[in-house]
């Protein structure tokens, strides 16, 4: 392991000092055959995948796959079956073969599987296999949200590494960066927004860095913030024109996007005095505690299907 490349590319991982420290010892030792990154959405978890693979390939460049990595979305990606249940059996088989192959250039073989948790048990107990006897020179890394969606017989074989929401100054910090990098002929406007950014970001490098580089995806968000204001301000005529969302992804972003601002006015971390704080302050911190279960209630209804505009409606009336 070049220490000097394993240093450098994890620089490029914002904050998560702790993982950083805990990862440089276990790569360095090589005595880990698995890992699992566990974390919250959007805090860099597949990033960091890629920063150890390049490193164990003694690469520097980690944003380019090597030959001799594997990545399992890869292969989920260009096959095709009768059925989804076909298709994962197979992308799984075809992941196993490939790490069983010898490395063509490296000296070792990297296997990539991010959100193990999404995995089916047929699909996890052929993956256990592996871990269990795992092939010479293989390393596999994995990615979960959480460590207790992630079956025990798994979790026995890893090294946990634990990533966790950064702080709004680390946030800011490094959008400020992102600003200075981009240059005079950079998007002025979009910098403009960085507070906001924060405050939708909520700790997340990942959705910090789509915010500020996805022109409509932030100015989706910010319309989202601006809705959540006018629900507070219980304007019923507009509350049904919000409720007015057939699609589904669209309508659980939104509830995110409340839940995200609800949680932040809980604790008071709305940021220095705006329009959104200003319309909060009517509300109690039992207030917004049961504003939290409804929108929580409300994304768990989206996600089983529940129709899409009779939940938002039953929602933002609720705050009435």
Wanted: hydrophobic share 45%.
């Amino acid at each position: 392991m070049n220490t000097d490349i394993l240093t450098q590319n994890l620089d490029l991982l914002v904050g998560q000092d702790q993982a950083k420290h805990l990862l440089s010892k276990c790569l360095t030792a090589g005595n880990c055959a698995a890992y699992l990154l566990a974390g919250p959405p959007h805090v860099g978890k597949g990033f960091l995948a890629r920063i150890m693979a390049a490193s164990l390939h003694q690469e520097a460049n980690v944003y380019k796959i090597h030959p001799d990595t594997v990545i399992f979305d890869d292969i989920l990606t260009k096959n095709s079956g009768e059925n989804e249940e076909n298709r994962w059996k197979q992308s799984v088989d075809d992941f196993i073969h490939l790490i069983y192959l010898s490395p063509i250039i490296s000296q070792v073989k990297i296997g990539i599987i991010e959100n193990i948790d999404r995995f089916s048990t047929q699909a996890l107990n052929a993956l256990l296999k592996t871990l269990e006897e795992p092939p010479p020179r293989a390393v596999l890394i994995l990615t979960a949200e959480k460590e207790t969606t992630v079956l025990p017989t798994i979790l026995s074989r890893v090294q946990t590494i634990r990533l966790h929401y950064l702080s709004d100054a680390e946030i800011e910090e490094y959008l400020r960066g992102q600003e200075a990098a981009s240059g005079p002929e950079g998007a002025p406007a979009r910098w403009e927004k960085i507070a906001e950014i924060t405050l939708l970001a909520n700790g997340a490098v990942g959705m910090a860095n789509q915010l500020a580089h996805n022109p409509k995806l932030l100015d989706r968000a910010l319309n989202g913030m601006n809705a959540f204001q006018t629900v507070l301000q219980k304007d019923i005529w507009q509350m049904l024109q919000i409720a007015n969302i057939k699609d589904r992804d669209e309508a659980i972003d939104l509830i995110q996007i409340w839940l995200n601002l609800s949680r932040r006015a809980l604790i008071d971390k709305l940021g220095p005095s705006n329009s959104l704080k200003i319309a909060m302050q009517n509300y109690s911190p039992a207030d917004l505690i049961k504003l939290i279960d409804r929108l929580k209630l409300a994304l768990s209804s989206l996600e089983a299907n529940a129709n899409v505009r009779i939940t938002l409606e039953s929602t933002v009336l609720s705050v009435i």
